[in-house]
T-cell receptor, first 112, second 114 residues
């Protein structure tokens, strides 16, 4: 059972565009929502994370928008660059010692 | 500060064989998690160890097993390999509880089963 549904599966944008990746969940006990970035040949690395007590969090060009009532959260990349081309995973976890569950990933290509 | 180290990086096995993968976490990290990554399924949780005890286990058959040593290094073993076990196996370490902290991933061990 997939607990976090991520879309789209792949995304191509022009340099300077704003790619948006969406994730939806059902488990209202989730209280931690990170995004991981993975480059080819590398392991995923934490990009940015949010908790449900805020609706938005920005770190540089990366923004998470969180809609608790809709049980959705999304990643926006402002002024995207070819170096942002990677696979992005959303994830979620509940309080306590439970595993982080990941979405299936979005392969982003930013073309010049 | 050294990152998470996984060995071997690449390996090829045939059906029915077994394989052992190794993970050395970041110094001081006591939690080690293992994930299977495949193109169609993303990252699937295998198990997590904390202070030599398995704390969580994912929905994988008993052919998949693991352990953690007193120095926090971890190994996972897959017995009676099947073609569908071909995947990138990722190890991640964290300082304390994964749900509140950052997971630091290694570069993975890519297993091909022929």
């Amino acid at each position: 059972q997939q607990q976090v549904k991520q879309s789209p599966q792949s995304l191509i944008v022009q340099k300077g565009g704003i790619p948006i990746i969406n994730c939806a969940y059902e488990n209202t006990a989730f209280d931690y929502f990170p995004w991981y970035q993975q480059f080819p040949g590398k392991g995923p690395a934490l990009l940015i994370a949010i908790r449900p007590d805020v609706s938005e969090k920005k770190e540089g060009r990366f923004t998470i928008s969180f809609n608790k009532s809709a049980k959705q959260f999304s990643l926006h990349i402002m002024d995207s660059q070819p170096g942002d081309s990677a696979t992005y995973f959303c994830a979620a976890s509940t309080p306590g010692n439970t595993p982080l569950v990941f979405g299936k990933g979005t392969r982003l290509s930013v073309i010049a | 500060k050294a990152g998470v180290t996984q060995t071997p990086r690449y390996l090829i096995k045939t059906r029915g064989q077994q394989v052992t993968l190794s993970c050395s976490p970041i110094s001081g990290h006591r939690s080690v998690s293992w994930y299977q990554q495949t193109p169609g399924q993303g990252l699937q949780f295998l198990f997590e160890y904390f202070s030599e005890t398995q704390r969580n286990k994912g929905n994988f058959p008993g052919r998949f097993s693991g352990r953690q040593f007193s120095n926090s290094r971890s190994e996972m073993n897959v017995s009676t390999l099947e073609l569908g076990d071909s995947a990138l196996y990722l190890c991640a370490s964290s300082l304390l509880s994964r749900s509140t902290g950052e997971l630091f991933f290694g570069e993975g061990s890519r297993l091909t089963v022929l």
